[in-house]
């Protein structure tokens, strides 16, 4: 049997879902009408369907868009870890090449550390930037 407390944490639901304009006014009284006259909880859920699904407060819709954005931001990370490390190895062989064939001079030193820094720098700049936001979420 539903009781009173039941009945108004489903309307509490409804009026969300109201305010957050996912339903009209005339949806939201005949969804009303319905829990006022439900006397089994089929009944009752059946005020909430269609609706997005609400865990804790918070919608799975929103938690999932929140994953698949952090999947995504992963994704992009990974990628372009992995196309720095090739760069940084490529750029290695090429430094030693150089040596090997035309010495070493400080212009030709100070070319490769700076064609190595910069994307260093930007790579670097992207893990400490995802690192503080997953920091910051853990507060």
């Known amino acids: 049997m539903v009781g009173d407390r039941d009945r108004e944490r489903i309307l509490s639901a ?5 305010a957050r304009g996912r339903l009209t006014l005339d949806e939201f009284s005949a ?4 829990v006022f006259a439900s006397r089994s909880y089929t009944e009752l859920r059946a005020a909430l369907r ?16 929140a994953v698949a954005r952090a999947a995504v931001r992963g994704a992009v990370l990974f990628a372009v870890t992995c196309a ?24 030709v030193l100070l070319v490769f550390l700076a064609v190595w820094a910069i994307p260093t720098y930007l790579v ?4 400490r930037r995802v690192h503080l936001s997953s920091l910051r979420r853990l507060v």
Do not use: N
Not at 94 to 104: E, F, K, M, S
Not at 124 to 127: K, P, Q
């Open 31 to 34: 969804r009303s009408d319905l």
């Open 84 to 107: 720095y490390v090739v760069f940084s190895l490529t750029l290695a062989v090429l430094l030693v090449l150089t040596l090997v064939l035309h010495g070493a001079t400080a212009s």
């Open 124 to 127: 670097s700049r992207m893990w």
């Open 14 to 18: 409804l009026r969300e879902q109201y």
């Open 50 to 65: 269609g609706l997005p699904v609400r865990l804790g407060g918070i919608d799975l819709v929103e938690i999932g868009d």
